[in-house]
C-alpha cells in the first residue's frame, strides 16, 4: 500500500478492510452495513461493512449485496466520521448521518466496534496517512 492514501480510494478501502476484518463487535451479532458517501473525489463511494459471529468479516467495495442498514454521508461528515472527530450517533441525531432499513443494528449493534479502541486505532491511523 502507498504511504499517502487518497480518503475514500479503492487503496484506502483496501487499507481499511486489511485492518478491520476480525475486529469484535460482539457475540452473536450479524450484520451488513452499507456505507454511501456523496461528493466525494472519487464521485459516489459505496462499501459494505459485514458482521458475521461477532466479527468484521468482510468489507465490500461497490453497491451490490444485501445490507441490513445504508449509512448515507455528505463527503465532509464522512471525513468527520471517519477521522474520529464526529460520533456515528451525533451525526445521526443531528441529521448528518441518513439510515435506512435496520437503523438501530447500526447505532446500537455496531457501537462496541465504532466506539472502540481497534477500530479509533485503524481509522486514526489512516487519517494520519490520508489526502482528503
Known amino acids: 500500500m502507498p504511504d499517502r492514501l487518497s480518503f475514500l ?3 484506502w478501502l483496501a487499507e481499511l ?3 478491520v ?3 469484535s463487535v460482539g457475540d452473536d451479532f450479524d450484520v451488513s452495513v452499507r456505507y454511501v458517501i456523496t461528493g466525494s473525489p472519487h464521485g459516489k463511494v459505496q462499501f459494505r461493512v459485514v458482521v458475521v459471529d461477532g466479527r ?3 468489507v465490500v467495495v461497490g453497491a451490490d449485496g444485501h445490507a441490513d442498514v445504508t449509512a448515507t454521508w455528505r463527503y465532509p461528515d464522512a471525513v468527520g466520521q471517519f477521522t474520529g472527530d464526529l460520533h456515528p450517533d451525533v451525526a445521526y441525531m ?3 448521518c441518513k439510515l435506512t432499513g435496520d ?3 447500526y447505532l446500537y449493534g455496531m457501537r462496541p466496534l465504532l466506539g472502540g479502541a481497534p477500530w479509533k486505532d485503524v481509522l486514526a491511523d489512516l487519517a494520519g496517512r490520508s489526502d482528503v
Request: aromatic share 6%.
Open 9 to 11: 480510494s479503492v487503496d
Open 21 to 23: 476484518i476480525g475486529l
Open 17 to 19: 478492510a486489511e485492518r
Open 94 to 96: 443531528t441529521g448528518r
Open 56 to 58: 468484521v468479516a468482510e
Open 103 to 105: 437503523y438501530a443494528r
